[in-house]
């Protein structure tokens, strides 16, 4: 059996995944896990990594009716009556992103020493330099260069980027 992409309605990803583990079919919905300013405020928020997709593991001349027709599908990915399969090594690679709370956290690629910009939050805009990683590893260190001034921040990795 392959894996096969479905296109959702808006928000119905949940819904498609939870319809379809019912009818004992292995369904991938990968999450991911990051913090969003809401109300003046970085809360955590949990969103669809592919947003209105899921993945699926089907032998389509079984169960593609079953799948196109249950509730929240918009389609099956591919031509009519003949889906394209997804690669197994896709889904592992997005598989192996996934941190031991099951969801997918994405994290910058920063190294000590790298000239950095903040993105988000009150300080975007600010350039400095990565200094060190928290013990909690999402936290971290930046060396702010200002007008005559060098501030040490600590800061949500997210919010940065590589220069």
Same mark, same amino acid.
């Given at each position: 059996?392959?894996? %096969?992409?479905? %296109?959702?309605?808006?928000?119905?990803? /949940? $819904?498609?995944?939870? *319809?379809?583990? =019912?009818?004992?079919? &292995?369904?991938? *919905? !990968?999450?991911?896990?990051?913090?969003?300013?809401? $109300?003046? $405020?970085?809360?955590?928020?949990?969103?669809p990594f592919f947003p209105c997709y899921i993945f699926v593991r089907?032998?389509?001349?079984? =169960?593609? =009716?079953? +799948?196109? %027709?249950?509730?929240?599908?918009?389609?099956?990915?591919?031509?009519?009556? #003949?889906?394209?399969?997804?690669? &197994?090594?896709?889904? /592992?690679?997005?598989? #192996?992103?996934? *941190? &031991? /709370?099951?969801?997918?956290?994405? $994290? !910058? /690629?920063?190294?000590?020493?790298? #000239? +950095?910009?903040?993105?988000?939050?009150?300080?975007?805009g600010f350039v400095g330099i990565f200094d060190k990683e928290m013990?909690?590893?999402?936290?971290?260190?930046?060396?702010?260069?200002?007008?005559? %001034?060098?501030?040490?921040?600590?800061?949500?990795?997210?919010?940065?980027?590589?220069?």
């Amino acid at each position: 059996m392959n894996w %096969y992409a479905i %296109y959702t309605k808006p928000k119905q990803e /949940d $819904r498609v995944e939870e *319809n379809l583990s =019912h009818a004992s079919l &292995e369904v991938f *919905n !990968p999450k991911l896990k990051r913090k969003k300013l809401i $109300r003046g $405020r970085y809360e955590c928020v949990i969103q669809p990594f592919f947003p209105c997709y899921i993945f699926v593991r089907f032998e389509p001349t079984h =169960h593609y =009716h079953m +799948v196109k %027709y249950t509730r929240g599908v918009r389609n099956i990915v591919g031509n009519p009556g #003949s889906p394209w399969p997804v690669s &197994e090594e896709i889904i /592992d690679i997005v598989k #192996s992103r996934i *941190n &031991e /709370d099951g969801y997918i956290v994405i $994290r !910058p /690629d920063i190294k000590v020493g790298n #000239s +950095v910009e903040i993105i988000e939050g009150p300080l975007k805009g600010f350039v400095g330099i990565f200094d060190k990683e928290m013990k909690d590893r999402d936290r971290v260190i930046v060396l702010l260069n200002t007008i005559e %001034y060098q501030a040490t921040v600590e800061i949500e990795r997210e919010f940065l980027k590589n220069l």
